[in-house]
């Protein structure tokens, strides 16, 4: 099975940054959508960020509450993706997920590999 490991996790005040990494056990990064998803107590998961790289074009997703902020990006070398985070709120605070899926889905059965989750709290 492939194995997906997130880190760099952990507090941060408002406005602060930090910088998420997912490494893969095998190279996945460069034949699959690439996601990262976040879920807070009470909510559902939802999709924060996607990247797929096809025929040379690298498409990226974001969603509404966090584009602008936040960047994708992926090192097929180092089979792994990261998340860049900057300016964040409070709101960002939830455990941070990373998939892969054969193609990029809103659907979260469509992602087949998931990591175990990296905390982020943000304080006011």
């Known amino acids: 099975e492939v194995q997906l490991a997130e880190s760099g996790g952990g507090s941060v005040q408002a406005g602060g940054s930090l910088r998420l990494s997912c490494a893969a056990s095998?190279?996945?990064?460069?034949?699959?959508?690439m996601g990262w998803f976040r879920q807070a107590p009470g909510k559902e998961r939802e999709g924060v960020a996607s990247i797929y790289t096809g025929h040379s074009v690298t498409y990226t997703y974001y969603a509404p509450s966090v584009k602008g902020r936040f960047t994708i990006s992926q090192d097929n070398a180092k089979n792994t993706v990261y998340l860049q985070m900057s300016s964040l709120q409070s709101a960002d605070t939830a455990m941070y997920y990373c998939a892969a899926a054969p193609s990029c889905t809103l659907s979260i059965v469509g992602w087949l590999y998931w990591g175990q989750g990296t905390q982020v709290t943000v304080s006011a």
């Open positions: 095998r190279d996945i990064v460069s034949a699959n959508c």
